[in-house]
């Protein structure tokens, strides 16, 4: 598929929401005020004046590593009207890791919560690299979000379509993160997807983000911030905080993952809430066991999309409809397990080992072809020209089939473990875990968990004579990695399964836990 000309940059049509917009709620503040559009932009271009005085220019990276809040939203608008490149990984990562990122981006300013700058400046100075480092809100001195936008504002950057925007960062088979390059023209073409596929709810849609902006609530964010919606910000999420908000604010949009989708049934279940505002809940990250999407939409109703994507190719993939949500006369409609159906500017097909495309029903790997692929990963040349295969396709690494229209995902090429929406590569953890003294051998896998979709176990081979136990495992991964990668469960065994070469059989180890259900993903 050849890349689209688009006569504007996500940045232009922004410019347009501060006009268009500009007397309409923006942001609800944490105070239950409210910023307008017209009063965003001005904000936007104050903040990015402020960056500028530190030194920043434009194609300058920052990280932003803070819990949701309208002071991230804030930040994102200003490094779209300054020229910034914003780098977006989860608050939840340990220092040390956020620290790494930094280093590899060379990034100029790191944004964490104000409770832990001390730790991040710590890890930052260990790794040798001295970025600045910004709290995210105003309740402590020294350089934050709000102190940002205390000065004089700056001319908006004009953006050209090839020019790096985002940078969000992923882990690869080795585990080591990657810095996955979208460009104006990338984003342009993944907002032309979502504003085309994602409904709207006149005269305003009200946007609950729940799930990280450091992953799909940020994707979708944007895209409700150029239709002029207004957002409501949750830095942790509590089922009844959530139910309550959209009770308060007339929410009619909701973007989760399908564990926060979990909790909010089980609440709304057992308590007495107001949804009738809400028109659409937007469900991505990992598939959502049927049986648990057909007790979501009892509650809710019929007000669920599914959205397939991948931090290289941003959703909306393929898309499971409201319509395909309608369950009649309590039997669950077998496209409940699906992903959906395929978007109309995007190409999927299933491929064999050999790269040929299989028939309709057969399994294979998921590959896709589009405009909205990343342009390549950060200084890795030779992993960004292996990402793109002959003809402009792109393999995801999942494996799944296509049947009467809809996207089936059935396994993972990779040995991907999705938690709760977030990612989790077992070579991470398993470097974690064999740091630990008296641990000679880990392998680890995800195991299925009803409300988790998958959680981390760790099989271990303790060393001889060793008395090594789970809690000294958990505590040594605690001290390294952030704490959704650790492992929930560990497990001692006298061996692992092995080729007869010493490779681990990781698929076998994996089969054992997955022997009752009819996949292999969460």
């Given at each position: 598929?050849?890349?689209?000309?688009?006569?504007?940059?996500?940045?232009?049509?922004?410019?347009?929401?501060?006009?268009?917009?500009?007397?309409?709620?923006?942001?609800?503040?944490?105070?239950?005020?409210?910023?307008?559009?017209?009063?965003?932009?001005?904000?936007?271009?104050?903040?990015?004046?402020?960056?500028?005085?530190?030194?920043?220019?434009?194609?300058?990276?920052?990280?932003?590593?803070?819990?949701?809040?309208?002071?991230?939203?804030?930040?994102?608008?200003?490094?779209?009207?300054?020229g910034y490149v914003r780098v977006a990984v989860s608050?939840?990562?340990?220092?040390?890791?956020?620290?790494?990122?930094?280093?590899?981006?060379?990034?100029?300013?790191?944004?964490?919560?104000?409770?832990?700058?001390?730790?991040?400046?710590?890890?930052?100075?260990?790794?040798?690299?001295?970025?600045?480092?910004?709290?995210?809100?105003?309740?402590?001195?020294?350089?934050?979000?709000?102190?940002?936008?205390?000065?004089?504002?700056?001319?908006?950057?004009?953006?050209?379509?090839?020019?790096?925007?985002?940078?969000?960062?992923?882990?690869?088979?080795?585990?080591?993160?990657?810095?996955?390059?979208?460009?104006?023209?990338?984003?342009?073409?993944?907002?032309?997807?979502?504003?085309?596929?994602?409904?709207?709810?006149?005269?305003?849609?009200?946007?609950?983000?729940?799930?990280?902006?450091?992953?799909?609530?940020?994707?979708?964010?944007?895209?409700?911030?150029?239709?002029?919606?207004?957002?409501?910000?949750?830095?942790?999420?509590?089922?009844?905080?959530?139910?309550?908000?959209?009770?308060?604010?007339?929410?009619?949009?909701?973007?989760?993952?399908?564990?926060?989708?979990?909790?909010?049934?089980?609440?709304?279940?057992?308590?007495?809430?107001?949804?009738?505002?809400?028109?659409?809940?937007?469900?991505?990250?990992?598939?959502?066991?049927?049986?648990?999407?057909?007790?979501?939409?009892?509650?809710?109703?019929?007000?669920?999309?599914?959205?397939?994507?991948?931090?290289?190719?941003?959703?909306?993939?393929?898309?499971?409809?409201?319509?395909?949500?309608?369950?009649?006369?309590?039997?669950?409609?077998?496209?409940l397990a699906s992903a959906g159906r395929v978007t109309?500017?995007?190409?999927?097909?299933?491929?064999?080992?050999?790269?040929?495309?299989?028939?309709?029903?057969?399994?294979?790997?998921?590959?896709?072809?589009?405009?909205?692929?990343?342009?390549?990963?950060?200084?890795?040349?030779?992993?960004?020209?292996?990402?793109?295969?002959?003809?402009?396709?792109?393999?995801?690494?999942?494996?799944?089939?296509?049947?009467?229209?809809?996207?089936?995902?059935?396994?993972?090429?990779?040995?991907?473990?999705?938690?709760?929406?977030?990612?989790?590569?077992?070579?991470?953890?398993?470097?974690?875990?064999?740091?630990?003294?008296?641990?000679?051998?880990?392998?680890?896998?995800?195991?299925?968990?009803?409300?988790?979709?998958?959680?981390?176990?760790?099989?271990?081979?303790?060393?001889?004579?060793?008395?090594?136990?789970?809690?000294?495992?958990?505590?040594?991964?605690?001290?390294?990695?952030?704490?959704?990668?650790?492992?929930?469960?560990?497990?001692?065994?006298?061996?692992?399964?092995?080729?007869?070469?010493?490779?681990?059989?990781?698929?076998?180890?994996?089969?054992?836990?997955?022997?009752?259900?009819?996949?292999?993903?969460?």
């Open positions: 598929m050849d890349s689209c000309n688009f006569a504007h940059t996500v940045a232009d049509l922004l410019q347009r929401s501060y006009e268009n917009f500009a007397g309409r709620p923006a942001l609800v503040l944490a105070d239950g005020a409210e910023l307008t559009y017209g009063e965003l932009g001005q904000t936007a271009a104050r903040i990015a004046g402020g960056l500028a005085e530190l030194g920043l220019v434009p194609g300058d990276r920052l990280v932003l590593a803070q819990r949701n809040g309208p002071d991230y939203a804030m930040l994102d608008h200003a490094m779209l009207w300054g608050f939840r990562l340990h220092a040390n890791e956020i620290a790494a990122i930094a280093a590899d981006a060379d990034a100029k300013v790191v944004v964490v919560d104000n409770n832990r700058r001390a730790e991040v400046e710590r890890a930052l100075r260990e790794a040798g690299v001295s970025p600045l480092v910004v709290g995210a809100t105003g309740d402590r001195e020294g350089l934050t979000v709000p102190g940002l936008a205390s000065g004089p504002a700056t001319s908006a950057h004009t953006w050209e379509l090839d020019d790096l925007a985002w940078m969000p960062y992923t882990s690869g088979t080795t585990g080591k993160p990657k810095g996955v390059m979208h460009t104006q023209r990338s984003i342009m073409a993944a907002m032309r997807n979502m504003l085309g596929e994602f409904p709207s709810s006149p005269p305003q849609d009200t946007v609950l983000l729940v799930a990280p902006l450091s992953h799909l609530a940020g994707w979708l964010r944007l895209c409700y911030s150029i239709r002029g919606a207004r957002q409501v910000f949750m830095p942790d999420f509590d089922a009844h905080e959530a139910l309550s908000l959209i009770e308060r604010y007339r929410v009619t949009v909701v973007p989760v993952v399908p564990t926060i989708v979990n909790f909010m049934t089980e609440q709304l279940e057992t308590g007495d809430y107001d949804t009738s505002s809400l028109d659409t809940i937007i469900y991505a990250g990992s598939p959502m066991a049927p049986d648990r999407l057909a007790r979501a939409i009892a509650a809710f109703g019929p007000k669920f999309m599914q959205c397939y994507g991948l931090t290289e190719l941003p959703m909306p993939l393929t898309v499971l409809y409201k319509s395909d949500h309608v369950v009649s006369g309590g039997a669950v409609p077998p496209h109309p500017f995007i190409e999927v097909r299933i491929t064999d080992a050999d790269g040929n495309e299989v028939p309709a029903g057969e399994i294979g790997e998921i590959q896709v072809r589009s405009d909205n692929v990343m342009r390549g990963y950060w200084q890795l040349p030779a992993e960004s020209d292996a990402f793109v295969l002959a003809g402009g396709w792109t393999g995801t690494g999942d494996v799944g089939r296509l049947d009467n229209g809809y996207l089936y995902i059935v396994d993972r090429k990779r040995d991907l473990i999705v938690s709760g929406g977030f990612n989790v590569f077992p070579s991470e953890v398993e470097a974690a875990v064999a740091a630990v003294p008296g641990v000679q051998e880990v392998a680890v896998v995800g195991v299925p968990d009803p409300k988790w979709g998958e959680t981390v176990l760790a099989v271990v081979v303790a060393e001889p004579g060793s008395t090594v136990t789970g809690t000294d495992v958990m505590d040594g991964c605690r001290a390294a990695i952030a704490g959704y990668k650790l492992p929930r469960r560990v497990e001692f065994v006298e061996e692992l399964p092995k080729t007869s070469s010493g490779k681990l059989m990781r698929r076998d180890l994996r089969r054992t836990y997955w022997a009752h259900s009819d996949r292999n993903v969460g």
